[in-house]
T-cell receptor, first 115, second 111 residues
């Protein structure tokens, strides 16, 4: 298994500001992903965080709005830029390949409220 | 058509009941299938993978029908602690190991 931490666990932000969410895993993993879960909805993949290169974004998500970094095999950040109330959501980091397992584990999530 | 569709729920059952959840997926190229469990205000956690031959883990049985693109989860002898949202999940063939989630089915087990 993998132990994943996210910072911050929650935040309340003003419209127009940006927030960077950190994801740290306790072992090297093959893949890292960022998902969003809006109120009452299921999870939606934002992007795959690629180590040392630009993230791969899903349809409807762009780098200018959600810049992502992955400087090494255990850490990634997601920034939510120029926030609006529609960005209020839970943002979850997930990892795949910890210890060679064919399993995807999720971090505890960051609960973001934009006023 | 949504990529992963599940029973709308909620399912309200008494302790000891047997309950079944169904799920269909649209992309025949998907190769990996899972059931995740999500408790209120918590992250999803893997309940079990789903294999073509069907698989069982204690009170939980998962079935996969590739021809019909259909996945099921059966819970026998329901416990109060089984109350949660159950998410049907398939891999995204276009995004490697990334996952596509259904909206989830909420189960409430009462005494």
């Amino acid at each position: 298994s993998a132990v994943i931490s996210q910072k911050p666990s929650r935040d309340i932000c003003q419209r127009g500001t940006s927030l960077t969410i950190q994801c740290q895993v306790d072992s090297q993993v093959t893949m890292m992903f960022w998902y969003r879960q809006q109120p009452g909805q299921s999870l939606t993949l934002i992007a795959t965080a690629n180590q040392g290169s630009e993230a791969t974004y899903e349809s409807g998500f762009v780098i200018d709005k959600f810049p992502i970094s992955r400087p090494n095999l255990t850490f990634s950040t997601l920034t939510v830029s120029n926030m609006s109330p529609e960005d209020s959501s839970i943002y979850l980091c997930s990892v795949y390949g910890a210890g060679g397992e064919d399993t995807q584990y999720f971090g505890p999530g960051t609960r973001l409220t934009v006023l | 058509r949504k990529e992963v569709e599940q029973d709308p729920g909620p399912f309200n059952v008494p302790e000891g009941a047997t309950v079944a959840f169904n799920c269909t997926y649209s992309n025949s190229a998907s190769q990996s299938f899972f059931w995740y469990r999500q408790d209120c205000r918590k992250e999803p956690k893997l309940l079990m993978s789903v294999y073509s031959s069907g698989n069982e883990d204690g009170r939980f049985t998962a079935q996969l029908n590739r021809a019909s693109q259909y996945i099921s989860l059966l819970i026998r002898d329901s416990k109060l602690s089984d109350s949660a949202t159950y998410l049907c999940v398939v891999n995204s063939p276009q995004a490697g190991t990334a996952l596509i989630f259904g909206k989830g089915t909420t189960l409430s087990v009462s005494s």
